[in-house]
């Protein structure tokens, strides 16, 4: 059973964040969030938390993100994007510019066959 099965999402943050050994004052702070904020997701009186709020949140108790981003719904992609699409993305390319860049990269990571080439006595 998934802790997003038996437990709620406040239950979640609550138990991380005394196993942290932190008031609710240090993790608003750390995580950038209004105290009054976290005691409501705490208390689950928020029914659907900005994903970049869990991010944070996930990040100063040390939790998987995955884990707090399933309690709205947001499930983690079972692979990762292209590095085209990443480069677009991550970084405002043109499509030109992250294609270009991705075939940098490929042509970089491709394995050399350096068996003939560097015979060594």
Same mark, same amino acid.
């Given at each position: 059973?998934?802790?997003?099965?038996?437990?709620?999402?406040?239950?979640?943050?609550?138990?991380?964040?005394?196993?942290?050994?932190?008031?609710?004052?240090?993790?608003?702070?750390?995580?950038?969030?209004?105290?009054?904020?976290?005691?409501?997701?705490?208390?689950?009186?928020?029914?659907?938390?900005?994903?970049?709020?869990?991010?944070?949140? @996930?990040?100063? &108790?040390?939790?998987?993100?995955? !884990?707090?981003? *399933?309690? =709205?719904?947001?499930?983690?992609?079972?692979?990762? #994007?292209?590095?085209?699409?990443?480069?677009?993305?991550?970084?405002?390319?043109?499509?030109?510019? @992250?294609?270009? &860049?991705?075939?940098?990269?490929? !042509?970089?990571? *491709?394995? =050399?066959?350096?068996?003939?080439?560097?015979?060594? #006595?």
């Amino acid at each position: 059973m998934s802790p997003q099965e038996s437990h709620s999402l406040g239950q979640v943050l609550r138990a991380a964040r005394l196993e942290a050994g932190l008031s609710t004052r240090q993790v608003a702070k750390l995580a950038e969030l209004t105290h009054g904020y976290l005691t409501k997701l705490e208390n689950d009186q928020i029914d659907s938390p900005a994903a970049a709020y869990l991010q944070r949140l @996930a990040d100063v &108790l040390e939790l998987d993100a995955s !884990d707090l981003l *399933k309690f =709205i719904g947001v499930e983690a992609s079972a692979t990762l #994007p292209s590095p085209r699409v990443y480069f677009r993305r991550k970084f405002g390319l043109s499509n030109a510019e @992250a294609e270009h &860049l991705s075939r940098l990269i490929a !042509d970089y990571t *491709k394995p =050399i066959n350096n068996s003939k080439e560097n015979h060594y #006595p």
